[in-house]
């Protein structure tokens, strides 16, 4: 496994894709191309993170883990008072977090890290307190939570191994983990100036990558609304499915197409699967989004070209044509054609059907969503925030977009439970 992926935007380097697409979302507003491997030379080993894996030593996959609360054991720290308190100058990793924000647990990517730095001292401070908010200007980062050591780790023994993942911060270094959760946002979209810096929502630098303010110069009368997804991918079908009732609201007030990555991790099923889906939606599309209702509910393809009503002849004429197009069956049958995992090995076989639109957006996970041919970064998956996005992209917004559909967010995979959790933008294929 290689030792970390690169951003191809600033070099900065990230133990695991998702930090990478974290900071290119956050640093540069754009959406990233396929994460790149960093190269061996003059990169350290990575350190072993994961109990019981020594040899490898697998640094992006407990990272991954750790910040979704996967781990081993709660790590012995000390929490500094509200009040404020001396921070230690030497042996210790200072950790910044904030009690607000649901999804930034670092317990188990801590106890890693003191399996790594068992003699460092561990000071965890809140960013709603009075010191918490001193080091978090102090350190001018944005992003929480902020794991940082003090500079005298560059002479431990370990060093080498999270070497490469450090930036400075203030008089600290800083671990690169993803963070993502900004303490003092700019809300967007309220006409106030949420974060005191006399700018308010568009002008503010912190929404100028944000949907609500690039979409400004971009309306239309009639938008164009493009999903990107792997056909069997749960987070694909999440968005899918809160998608579908915006869709019969709005009708054929909107253009929108269902588009596909250009790799499949869910292997044959959901090659064929899409290549069915990319024939119905050319030829038939006047069933397509009775088909889609269909296959939300259990993935039974077969299934729902019965009960949408379609014409399994011009279904097959349309799939050799679009076989002869994008070579589907030869980039399924040869692995030398896949896409290659960090030893070179084959791991996903290529879809390229909507491949002129995936590297067009820079979109290479699913899900994806491009609105009036333009990326959409953050998005939640609800019915009622996807509409509110799609009637933003309106010229003159029809009376549809007043109604109120569920903010409940629908649950990963097939079926239309709603999900146990909120609305959330997380969660990705690829």
């Known amino acids: 496994m290689e030792n970390g992926y690169k951003c191809d935007k600033c070099d900065k380097e990230f133990p695991t894709k998702s930090a990478l697409h974290n900071h290119v979302r956050k640093a540069h507003g754009t959406a990233e191309e396929k994460p790149k491997a960093a190269k061996k030379k003059g990169m350290p080993k990575p350190a072993m993170w994961a109990i019981g894996v020594v040899l490898l030593g697998v640094i992006a996959f407990v990272i991954f883990l750790a910040m979704r ?6 790590p012995t720290t000390t929490t500094i008072p509200s009040s404020g308190g001396d921070l230690p100058a030497t042996n210790a990793m200072i950790v910044l977090n904030d009690k607000r924000c649901t999804s930034c647990s670092v317990t188990n990517i801590l106890s890693q890290l003191q399996g790594i730095f068992p003699k460092l001292t561990v000071k965890q401070l809140d960013y709603n307190d009075a010191a918490g908010l001193k080091l978090y200007k102090d350190i001018n980062i944005t992003y929480l939570p902020a794991i940082m050591f003090t500079d005298d780790v560059k002479t ?85 499915k809160g998608l579908l009732p915006v869709l019969k609201l709005l009708g054929n007030k909107i253009d929108w197409k269902v588009r596909f990555i250009d790799y499949s991790m869910h292997m044959e099923k959901e090659v064929m699967e ?72 084959p791991q996903f076989p290529r879809v390229f059907i909507d491949k002129a639109l995936d590297d067009k957006y820079g979109i290479h ?54 999900s146990p959790t909120t609305a959330s933008s997380s969660g990705a294929c690829g």
């Open 274 to 345: 899409e290549w069915a889906q990319y024939c119905i939606q050319k030829e038939q599309s006047d069933k397509y989004y009775d088909y889609l209702v269909c296959f939300m509910e259990a993935g039974d393809g077969a299934g729902c070209l019965t009960k949408a009503g379609i014409d399994t002849t011009r279904l097959g004429t349309c799939k050799t044509a679009a076989d002869t197009e994008f070579k589907i069956l030869e980039n399924w049958n040869n692995q030398s054609l896949w896409t290659k995992d960090n030893q070179g090995k």
């Open 365 to 418: 996970g699913s899900p994806g969503l491009a609105i009036n041919e333009a990326p959409v970064n953050v998005f939640n998956r609800d019915a009622a925030s996807l509409l509110k996005m799609i009637c933003q992209a309106f010229a003159v917004a029809p009376a549809e977009c007043s109604q109120q559909l569920s903010s409940a967010a629908p649950s990963p995979g097939f079926g239309y439970a709603a």
């Open 69 to 74: 609360g996967v781990g081993p054991v709660t």
């Open 156 to 240: 431990n023994a370990n060093f080498s191994k999270i070497q490469n993942y450090l930036e400075p911060a203030g008089k600290y270094l800083n671990l690169r983990i993803g963070a993502a959760y900004d303490p003092n946002p700019e809300i967007c979209d309220n006409g106030k100036d949420d974060n005191g810096n006399g700018l308010v929502d568009c002008a503010d630098a912190k929404c100028t990558t944000q949907y609500t303010c690039t979409i400004l110069n971009n309306k239309r009368a009639k938008p164009l609304v493009e999903v990107f997804v792997m056909s069997h991918c749960p987070f694909g079908t999440q968005t899918e």
